[in-house]
């Protein structure tokens, strides 16, 4: 069968994930700094739950939105003031299904454009790639330590930008936007008449933060989509239950295009996460993030790296000065066993620069900055 | 907030689910024949048994395609000669994000054709219209009792036709096609130039059949892509656990764009279905189905209706010889607090009829029929 298949092109087009290939490539004893999960274990008091509660009701379709009562409860959690009820919240496949849907629903390719703040996880401009929508972005800088600037998102908002997609605390700079930038933002999109632009403010790094000021979109802005998941607050990533916040006029159009895509998410994991709300675990492993960073943050000082303190998320993000953070990337696994995310695959100003993630213990975080340290002595300029 | 709101023109267009919407007119004593899923319970040894190792194990992310036990367990079980290795299988969230993703990365929107054979559920033609990926559509004949007609089938395939899409056992008509028309149509597929032309086989009722010629495109065809998951066969329609099977030619762009839409299939769910194949628990309900559609005919045919005798699913037509089937099921609900799925949504050639599930207890059904007779008397012509 070596014929000649069709494709949609598009599908085609598009890259897989750059960092589910060099994840593929860890071996039993690697170093692995490259995951973007908690190795922290769930909860398992919470399957119990629901496995009674399956035992009790059996395991049948949830509406599409998702179950009333979980979607009261995040409503009433986040209570983000223009989106504070129940049908301001769509329950989705972990919050990669709730971007999805909400970029598809609310950009038309023939004429909307969306802007993303980088670096970023690829995810938004791959979606962007795959439906067709023209993407714009503003790549924030490295001299800055790559600190959200208002000024720079504002002044890079075309007069086809419909949405601008955001991510804080930041995969992958650790960065927060503070409350002031997010209303400086929301007050120039506030004052543009026509239709609203919309801001996704993917929100799933909310519990791992280590700073005061962490702003919200949804505190201010009532066209803002807020995606979330319970993936990194409570180590479960493979559950995929996630969630996406927004205005209630566009709600019962995101809600048909998740029913399309997936019917609707798994009752199983909606009464996990019913669990969660109802006993206050949404914060639960706060701490050992806490203490996790302030560790890898004396680590990659003792290394004498070229770094940016993490606000949020569990990610430290290092400048090995490499003029091919892939190839540095794929070096670093061959000669030394660790595996990091270079990168470019964020933005072009990450470029030389590399994502380190802190969920390993800190013995292996302390041995893999050692042979990052090595490696990067060789490639840095003179 | 009355502002006019943004939203990709694609999705407006597109209606939501009628099948939902009637559903949710259901009140606390309604009789439900409208259910697309199963009343029956499942089996909650394989919840705690996925319990037991996520204690073990955590929840973490799988691999895109999903786990490797179970694609293997999947490729295994059905045997498709093309298809019968783990790289044919991927994991998704249920059938329904099967169909969508597999419709999406195989169809070219600005030149291929997809062909319906209809009656058919409406998620294929929505998905379809949400994609602009231009419809055909062969529309099997209540003078045929709606059976799979291989030389119309055939007859219909266009020079643009590059997915024909099938749902045997047939949801709504609970026909099944057997095997010699498969190999009809295989064979006639087979001999064409150019591309081949995929075959979205979904097998969903598999396990609900009542006949002994089960017709399967995966047999015979090495072009199909056979949809299928534990919703039906296993009452675990809130799981959201299903699977594609398909060429090893196009799994990649399948698998990566799964990986854009979701990341990948639940790991809980993905151990409970590891669990069923292991434990062969896949047909472990097929004995009830089989002895209440046996009942379910003879209380239709003492209710003296037209209708189709299934061979596989759980569902039985009735033709009620409306004028407007959606009135019907409308009335239906307001005189009679019965629920039913209009004919007119899933083909022109099935307005007049009704689809019944037969899920429910058989003293509901039976008084559920008899409310239906009553309200047809006064809508049958003369």
């Given at each position: 069968?070596?014929?000649?298949?069709?494709?949609?092109?598009?599908?085609?087009?598009?890259?897989?994930?750059?960092?589910?290939?060099?994840?593929?490539?860890?071996?039993?004893?690697?170093?692995?700094?490259?995951?973007?999960?908690?190795?922290?274990?769930?909860?398992?008091?919470?399957?119990?739950?629901?496995?009674?509660?399956?035992?009790?009701?059996?395991?049948?379709?949830?509406?599409?939105?998702?179950?009333?009562?979980?979607?009261?409860?995040?409503?009433?959690?986040?209570?983000?003031?223009?989106?504070?009820?129940?049908?301001?919240?769509?329950?989705?496949?972990?919050?990669?299904?709730?971007?999805?849907?909400?970029?598809?629903?609310?950009?038309?390719?023939?004429?909307?454009?969306?802007?993303?703040?980088?670096?970023?996880?690829?995810?938004?401009?791959?979606?962007?790639?795959?439906?067709?929508?023209?993407?714009?972005?503003?790549?924030?800088?490295?001299?800055?330590?790559?600190?959200?600037?208002?000024?720079?998102?504002?002044?890079?908002?075309?007069?086809?930008?419909?949405?601008?997609?955001?991510?804080?605390?930041?995969?992958?700079?650790?960065?927060?936007?503070?409350?002031?930038?997010?209303?400086r933002i929301a007050g120039d999109l506030g004052r543009r008449s026509g239709p609203p632009v919309y801001v996704l403010?993917?929100?799933?790094?909310?519990?791992?933060?280590?700073?005061?000021?962490?702003?919200?979109?949804?505190?201010?802005?009532?066209?803002?989509?807020?995606?979330?998941?319970?993936?990194?607050?409570?180590?479960?990533?493979?559950?995929?239950?996630?969630?996406?916040?927004?205005?209630?006029?566009?709600?019962?159009?995101?809600?048909?295009?998740?029913?399309?895509?997936?019917?609707?998410?798994?009752?199983?994991?909606?009464?996990?996460?019913?669990?969660?709300?109802?006993?206050?675990?949404?914060?639960?492993?706060?701490?050992?993030?806490?203490?996790?960073?302030?560790?890898?943050?004396?680590?990659?000082?003792?290394?004498?790296?070229?770094?940016?303190?993490?606000?949020?998320?569990?990610?430290?993000?290092?400048?090995?000065?490499?003029?091919?953070?892939?190839?540095?990337?794929?070096?670093?696994?061959?000669?030394?066993?660790?595996?990091?995310?270079?990168?470019?695959?964020?933005?072009?100003?990450?470029?030389?620069?590399?994502?380190?993630?802190?969920?390993?213990?800190?013995?292996?975080?302390?041995?893999?900055?050692?042979?990052?340290?090595?490696?990067?002595?060789?490639?840095?300029?003179?």
């Amino acid at each position: 069968m070596t014929r000649r298949v069709s494709i949609n092109p598009r599908v085609s087009a598009v890259g897989g994930s750059t960092i589910r290939a060099l994840h593929a490539r860890r071996g039993q004893r690697s170093i692995d700094l490259g995951m973007g999960e908690p190795t922290l274990r769930p909860d398992v008091a919470h399957f119990e739950a629901a496995s009674r509660w399956v035992a009790q009701h059996g395991c049948r379709y949830s509406s599409n939105a998702g179950e009333p009562e979980l979607r009261a409860a995040i409503a009433e959690h986040y209570a983000y003031p223009a989106l504070n009820r129940a049908e301001n919240v769509c329950i989705t496949t972990g919050s990669q299904e709730a971007v999805y849907v909400a970029m598809k629903t609310l950009l038309d390719p023939a004429h909307d454009e969306v802007l993303l703040v980088e670096p970023a996880f690829p995810v938004y401009g791959k979606i962007a790639e795959i439906e067709g929508i023209p993407v714009r972005r503003v790549v924030l800088e490295p001299e800055d330590d790559f600190a959200f600037d208002a000024e720079r998102i504002i002044a890079s908002i075309g007069p086809k930008t419909r949405m601008l997609v955001l991510c804080s605390p930041c995969n992958p700079t650790g960065r927060i936007i503070g409350t002031e930038s997010v209303r400086r933002i929301a007050g120039d999109l506030g004052r543009r008449s026509g239709p609203p632009v919309y801001v996704l403010h993917d929100e799933i790094y909310r519990e791992q933060r280590y700073v005061d000021d962490l702003g919200a979109f949804g505190n201010v802005y009532p066209w803002t989509i807020a995606v979330n998941s319970l993936s990194k607050s409570n180590a479960l990533t493979g559950l995929r239950l996630g969630w996406a916040i927004g205005p209630a006029e566009v709600m019962p159009a995101i809600v048909k295009m998740h029913g399309w895509t997936t019917s609707c998410a798994s009752t199983f994991a909606q009464r996990v996460a019913i669990e969660i709300f109802r006993t206050g675990a949404l914060p639960a492993q706060r701490e050992w993030y806490a203490a996790q960073r302030e560790a890898v943050v004396e680590l990659a000082r003792e290394a004498r790296f070229d770094f940016v303190v993490p606000e949020g998320a569990f990610y430290l993000c290092l400048n090995v000065h490499a003029a091919d953070s892939l190839a540095f990337c794929h070096d670093l696994i061959d000669e030394h066993d660790v595996i990091a995310v270079p990168g470019s695959v964020f933005a072009a100003s990450m470029e030389g620069w590399i994502r380190t993630s802190f969920v390993s213990p800190l013995d292996q975080i302390s041995e893999g900055y050692r042979r990052i340290a090595s490696l990067a002595a060789l490639v840095a300029p003179a």
